[in-house]
């Protein structure tokens, strides 16, 4: 017992001498979130957007994106108004066809078609799930004017297709879990923020979904970021 109760005070002087030199590295842990210069925790970034593609016909009105940037991260500020801040988030995109034709699966691959004959389209889209990794830079404009610009990794974990249709009176849906998404994807973003909401444009040069198994499309969103 005397020996523990020796190391305890040991440790306890050991603390409080080191607290008196200023050259090791101090963490702020509240508030969780600041926006000090240095090193901060950080979180934000409600996103929802328009997904629209070039390889494929997409209703960019019904194609939503939902997503949140960081779910969490640090972030970086120098004295010059730049942010640097990078986490890990997650993203939702959803791909809906116009009505005139639907994604349509056969065996192992994924197709795009025109409906069966009588039928009554009512939707046919492609979802993906992603685990996101931004990394972004931010360069304050004015007091309350940012610009923002970086590239987002996606690790896209989960994709599904569903379609939807009436013929002959009956509901008939299709639908899979197994599309084979592109297991790792670049995206470049950028954009503008005023206070706490702003603007988005997102871009990728990659493939949704895999070649052999899937029509090629790149992928291009804007929308709405809120709390970044």
Known sequence: MKKIVTIIIFVVAAVAMRA??????????????????????????????????????VNMDRSIDIGWLNVFGAKFKTRYG?????????????????????????????????????????????????????????????????IFAGPVVNFNLHASFET?????????KESSNKIHPVPVTVDIMGGVKWKFI?????????????????????PFTTGIIMGF
């Open 20 to 57: 008196d030199d200023k050259d090791y590295i101090q963490v702020d842990w509240y508030p969780l979130c600041t926006d000090s210069v240095g090193w901060n925790i950080y979180t934000g970034g409600f996103v929802i957007g328009w997904d629209n593609a070039s390889g494929i016909d």
């Open 82 to 146: 730049q942010r640097i801040t990078a986490g890990v988030g997650i993203d939702w995109r959803n791909f809906k066809l116009y009505n005139d034709i639907r994604f349509n699966q056969d065996g192992d691959c994924l197709s795009i078609a025109p409906y069966p004959d009588g039928a009554k389209p009512k939707s046919s889209r492609v979802k993906v799930f992603s685990i996101t990794v931004p990394v972004l830079l931010r360069q304050r404009l004015f007091s309350t004017v940012d």
């Open 164 to 172: 939807i249709y009436t013929l002959s009176g009956e509901r008939v």
């Open 198 to 218: 702003g603007a988005y444009v997102r871009y990728s040069p990659c493939h949704v979904l895999q070649e052999p198994y899937a029509p090629t499309f790149t």
